[in-house]
């Protein structure tokens, strides 16, 4: 002979569970649970096994006690108020990019130039002739860097 079962010992279903953990979520958005505690009681929502473990979970906060063994009454969001439409943003104008590679330019090609006259200054007055040019590792690098961003940027900008 079956006996029957106890409403607290029903199994829970993963609905049930979501609402628990609903429960819990707004307890804890209103201070009743610290996030510690949120945290455990999630986990162990999510591990319960029967509608009486669900209970034990939420009998002790406030506007959840009701809910002790009987099955969960479904918690009703509130409606969502429609958004005011706001006007689509303007287009920001990126101008600077050729502008930019031109200052940075100027300035490569400057050092570039200074480097080249202390390198013949050195050759010229070293009286050994030309000397390594160590001018190239220093404008030849930057000046590829330049070279690409410069052949990558639309001109239109």
Do not use: C, Y
């Not at 209103?30 to 999630?42: K, P």
């Not at 006690?65 to 303007?90: D, E, F």
């Amino acid at each position: 002979m079956t006996q029957p079962v106890r409403p607290e010992d029903m199994r829970a279903s993963d609905a049930e569970r979501e609402l628990v953990q609903q429960w819990l979520h707004r307890a804890h958005a209103d201070g009743s649970l610290d996030l510690a505690e949120f945290d455990a009681r999630v986990v162990r929502t999510w591990e319960a096994k029967t509608r009486g473990e669900l209970a034990a979970l939420t009998i002790d906060l406030p506007n959840v006690a009701h809910a002790s063994a009987q099955s969960p009454t479904p918690v009703v969001p509130p409606p969502l108020l429609p958004t005011p439409l706001l006007p689509a943003p303007k287009p920001v104008k990126t101008g600077g990019g050729r502008k930019a590679l031109k200052v940075l330019g100027t300035i490569w090609l400057s050092v570039s130039v200074l480097n080249f006259a202390l390198w013949l200054l050195v050759s010229l007055l070293g009286g050994e002739g030309l000397v390594h040019p160590w001018f190239l590792w220093v404008a030849v690098p930057p000046g590829a860097v330049l070279g690409v961003l410069w052949w990558s940027t639309d001109p239109q900008r």
